[in-house]
């Protein structure tokens, strides 16, 4: 694949976004993407024939999003759990559960690093997702004393933000 297929691929797959925002008119997405109106009702033929092979977009980004929330239920969770475990061995359990969760959070968001098609624009959700990862690999990288510290200050900035954490 060539430098102008790279590129012409990526605004497809910027028009694709735009389509899924409601912005589906040529005249509309030859604006927002800088190109000729006759390119850009040729992207939105070509974003709308990979929807019939694809599936609804829509309908796949609602499960994604139903996902999405169910692996954050399962983070918090298990962080309630490592908070109220009573052994070393509970602790870890559920840590690793808290770390499956988040590895799931990345491939569901398209950050996992085996990932040959990254998206092209990081959201601001899929940086905050992230931070989160990163923060948990730093975590899970720490001494124990420290890690209990790391617990206080997470449970004291919680409290402070006035931010509760639900039983699932």
Known sequence: MGKQSIKREEIILKAEDYMLRGYDRPSELSQLLGIAYNTAREYVDIVKARWEIQGDPVKRESARAELIKKAEEVIKEGWVLKSNAINTMEKVSALRVVL???ERLTKLHGLDTNNENPPVVMTYEFQREREIQMLAEEYH????????EADKLIQAEIKKRGMKIKDI
């Not at 990288?141 to 209990?148: I, N, Q, S």
């Open 141 to 148: 990288k720490l001494p124990e004393t420290d890690k209990k």
């Open 100 to 102: 499956h969760a988040i």
